[in-house]
T-cell receptor, first 111, second 112 residues
Framework: KNEVEQSPQNLTAQEGEFITINCSYS?????LHWLQQHPGGGIVSLFM???GKKKHGRLIATINIQEKHSSLHITASHPRDSAVYIC?????????????FGKGTHLIIQP | DSGVTQTPKHLITATGQRVTLRCSPR?????VYWYQQSLDQGLQFLIH???????AKGNILERFSAQQFPDLHSELNLSSLELGDSALYFC???????????FGSGTRLTVV
């Protein structure tokens, strides 16, 4: 079983819709990251969370440490939001280890 | 431009060969992490260097090695390449992991 699970794996929506991507993890963490990867490959860090909620423009990320769950929301979605969204965690007690990743959610926003 | 530079962007090579991927971290960042992204395994942590010293190893094969130089750039060396090594290789830099990471644009390696 993967330590980081994302749902859905694929999501197609219409422009303007409210989007929610979920991430569940099974280990203790010191931080959770949401990443965006556009076709062509580059990875952009969207949020780093250890508690609560963060907002940047139309993107909102929340985390519930007790439930080991995080959500990424996109309001007023736009075709340029089409990308793969990846949840990643820094495992608590993992020392100098790198991130552990979910498999990603492939989002397509149709005009 | 994220501030993390990876070269080359694309690399095509034959099985059995050796290649070197290069990463220059964002100015001021002492940590460099290497990750491999393949279609079947997704993103996986390979190795972490901090200020020239190896700090942690992940799922890195013995055929792979890395180093970080005094100017903080890092190189990932892949040898005896196999078809299955074809993947995107990313580096990410950080001041410390507690403050987030900046990713490079990746090197796409194709082994034929």
């Amino acid at each position: 079983k993967n330590e980081v699970e994302q749902s859905p794996q694929n999501l197609t929506a219409q422009e303007g819709e409210f989007i929610t991507i979920n991430c569940s993890y099974s280990v203790g963490i010191s931080a959770l990251h949401w990443l965006q990867q556009h076709p062509g490959g580059g990875i952009v860090s969207l949020f780093m969370l250890s508690s609560g909620k963060k907002k940047h423009g139309r993107l909102i990320a929340t985390i519930n440490i007790q439930e080991k769950h995080s959500s990424l929301h996109i309001t007023a979605s736009h075709p340029r939001d089409s990308a793969v969204y990846i949840c990643a965690v820094r495992i608590r007690g993992g020392g100098a280890d790198g991130l552990t990743f979910g498999k990603g959610t492939h989002l397509i926003i149709q005009p | 431009d994220s501030g993390v530079t990876q070269t080359p962007k694309h690399l095509i090579t034959a099985t059995g060969q050796r290649v070197t991927l290069r990463c220059s971290p964002r100015s001021g960042d002492l940590s460099v992490y290497w990750y491999q992204q393949s279609l079947d395994q997704g993103l996986q942590f390979l190795i972490h260097y901090y200020n020239g010293e190896e700090r942690a190893k992940g799922n890195i094969l013995e055929r792979f090695s890395a180093q970080q130089f005094p100017d903080l750039h890092s190189e990932l060396n892949l040898s005896s390449l196999e078809l299955g090594d074809s993947a995107l290789y990313f580096c990410a830099s950080s001041t410390t992991g507690a403050y987030g990471y900046t990713f490079g644009s990746g090197t796409r390696l194709t082994v034929v």
